[in-house]
T-cell receptor
Framework: EAQVTQNPRYLITVTGKKLTVTCSQN?????MSWYRQDPGLGLRQIYY???????DKGDVPEGYKVSRKEKRNFPLILESPSPNQTSLYFC????????????FGPGTRLLVL | SQKIEQNSEALNIQEGKTATLTCNYT??????LQWYRQDPGRGPVFLLL?????KEKRKERLKVTFDTTLKQSLFHITASQPADSATYLC????????????FGTGTRLTVIP
């Protein structure tokens, strides 16, 4: 089954404790992206990757890191989480170029205390 | 920067009626526009795409129009059903030099039996 998976689905952590949210897709998509979704603000892009070893900032990159060492994986790293990073996070993938129809993962709900 | 507005946060409609959702945008020249459906706690799911040179697109009970002069897209669900209750997001993409999709904040549709 074609899908995007994220882990963990739910995470409670404390300020300053580094964490990683994993994302994997099995559709051989070149383009992968991370979004956060907050009430009233909608989906905002954090980082995206056009292909392996190619990443770039989205609209709200501060406090986040990403890497793309393999085509299928695109982890999101919070080196020192803060309460304002409490949010619902989605990973998405699509074919590069063209129409960028996004396939979204199930989401990771993060609470930073 | 681009701005995307979707009419009213919430829309209630009687079962069997046509729901019409609006997406307006400024400071952007999209090559295409997409509509997604999002159920609570889940990732958005792609529904329809319309290109800038297309006026209208249909898929089963769904219809999308795109007016680049008005900078507006309308999303219609005919013969609405309670199962259509969800949040609907519009997303713009394809502006020259831009690699990303930009999402609106969404309209929460409730179809009342």
């Amino acid at each position: 089954e074609a899908q995007v998976t994220q882990n963990p689905r739910y995470l409670i952590t404390v300020t300053g404790k580094k964490l990683t949210v994993t994302c994997s897709q099995n559709m051989n998509h070149e383009y992968m992206s991370w979004y956060r979704q907050d009430p009233g603000l909608g989906l905002r892009q954090i980082y995206y990757s056009m292909n392996v070893e190619v990443t770039d900032k989205g609209d709200v990159p501060e406090g986040y890191k990403v890497s793309r060492k393999e085509k299928r994986n695109f982890p999101l790293i919070l080196e020192s989480p803060s309460p304002n990073q409490t949010s619902l996070y989605f990973c998405a993938s699509s074919l590069a170029g063209g129409l960028k129809t996004q396939y979204f993962g199930p989401g990771t709900r993060l609470l930073v205390l | 920067s681009q701005k995307i507005e979707q009419n009213s946060e919430a829309l209630n409609i009687q079962e069997g009626k046509t729901a019409t959702l609006t997406c307006n945008y400024t400071n952007y020249s999209p090559a295409y526009l997409q509509w997604y459906r999002q159920d609570p706690g889940r990732g958005p799911v792609f529904l329809l795409l319309i290109r800038e040179n297309e006026k209208e697109k249909r898929k089963e009970r769904l219809k999308v129009t795109f007016d680049t002069t008005l900078k507006q897209s309308l999303f219609h669900i005919t013969a609405s059903q309670p199962a259509d209750s969800a949040t609907y997001l519009c997303a713009l993409g394809g502006q020259t030099g831009a690699n990303n999709l930009f999402f609106g904040t969404g309209t929460r549709l409730t179809v009342i039996p």
